[in-house]
Every structure is written in C-alpha cells, then in structure tokens.
C-alpha cells in the first residue's frame, strides 16, 4: 500500500512538472497543438471534436472519454482545449491521489489492528490444527477398524452364501428323492391294491371249494356206510 501511493506521488509530481512546462512552452514557444492533441496520451481519456466554422472561425471542443463529458468551453483556440484537457488531467489524478492517500490513511489504523490479532489467530489455528489432526487420526483408526469389520463380516457372508448354496442343493437332491420315493409309493400301492384284489378272489374261490368240498363229502357219505 505504501508503495503504491509513492508510485502516486511520483506520477501526480510528474504531471505538475510536464503540465507547467507544458505550459512555460505556450508561453515562450509554439508548440505542436494537433500532434499533443492527438497524443496517446491524451487520446486515451479525451475525445477532442473539431467544428468547421466555415466564414467564421473553426471551433474545438474536448469531452472525457470515459463519461462523455464535455471539459471546458469549446474554443476558437486548440491551445486552450488542450490546456483544458492537460488541467482535467491533472486536476483528476490530484483527486485520485488524495483519495487514495484519505484511503490509506483511514486504513492504516485497520492494518496494525489486523496485524496484532495475528499472532493469536496463528496460535489458535496451530491449536486448531493439532485438535483436527487427533481427530483425523481417531477417524483413521475408526476406519480401519470398521474396514476390518467389514471384510470379517464379508467372509462369514460368503461362508453364509457357500452354506446356503450347499442346503439348497442338499434340498433339490432330497427333492428328487422324494419325488422318486413318492413315485414308488403310488407304484407300490397300485400293486398292493392288485394284490388285495387277487386275495379277495383268490379268499372266494377257497371258499367256493370249500363249500364244494363240504357238498362231496356228503355226497360220499352214505356210500361209505
């Protein structure tokens, strides 16, 4: 900040010197008015506008580049429009340098005061940072211990998915058995019920013999005597 408003003097210094030679030459000389007047250095903050007078005299006039302002009055005299603008100039650059030397002046006080809470700030944030760093080393023990629970839970998952694959297959195998099982069942109860049936029949026909038997043998009887 300080260098900048020296950089500030020296400028508005330098402008004062140029803008009283400038002068001095006005007085004690003549000096080229179009070429100042199209200077870059000029030009880069003032239009200058030429009216021809045609029977009357031609007028100059000059306005801020920036705002569109005219400075001065226009004149017959390109001279003084160009000391108008010179003037502009330096009177522009004086307001800025007491503007901001004002700005700097009201700051100072504000730099020290900023200045003083510094040391306590950097020791509050070095405590600060020691505080984060426990926390960020707890967080990292955390971490790692939870990636531990993880990768122990994933395995018994995994041993849960073996165990659960193995219990399904065992299931479809017991399945099929008892698919074949109950197959042989209907099969086996088919050929009992065949069975019974031959047994019923076969129970009948012992009994029809019987009763024939019974029928013979009292057919025989009364020979025998």
């Known amino acids: 900040m300080n260098s900048f408003g ?6 508005v210094t330098a402008s004062s010197l140029g803008f009283v030679a400038f002068t001095l030459s006005l007085v004690t000389g003549g000096p080229n008015w179009t070429a100042d007047a199209e200077s870059e250095e000029l030009t880069k903050d003032f ?14 006039a000059v306005k ?9 009055s226009p004149s017959t005299v390109l001279a003084e429009v160009v000391v108008a603008a010179r003037k502009k100039q330096l009177d522009d650059a004086t307001a800025e340098f007491t503007r901001i030397d004002t700005e700097i002046k009201r700051l100072q006080p504000m730099i020290a005061e900023t200045k003083a ?3 306590p700030d950097q020791a509050g944030m070095a405590t600060r940072a020691q505080a984060l760093d426990k926390i960020l080393t707890n967080l990292g023990e955390q971490i790692q211990t939870v990636t531990q629970e993880i990768a122990a839970k994933a395995q018994a998952i995994q041993q849960l998915q073996r165990t659960a694959q193995e219990r399904r297959d065992e ?12 197959t042989d069942l209907f099969a086996a109860l088919a050929q009992q019920k065949i069975l019974e049936d031959e047994l019923v029949r076969v ?17 025989v009887v009364p020979y025998e005597k």
């Open 47 to 60: 239009v200058f506008t030429v009216t021809p007078g045609g029977e009357q005299k031609t007028s100059y």
């Open 203 to 219: 129970e009948e026909n012992m009994r029809r013999l019987e009763r024939r038997g019974e029928q013979l043998q009292k057919q």
């Open 6 to 11: 020296k950089i500030l003097v020296v400028f």
């Open 171 to 182: 299931a479809f195998r017991v399945a099929n058995q008892l698919e074949l099982l109950r």
């Open 117 to 119: 809470l510094i040391p």
């Open 64 to 72: 801020t580049r920036r705002t569109d302002q005219p400075v001065g």
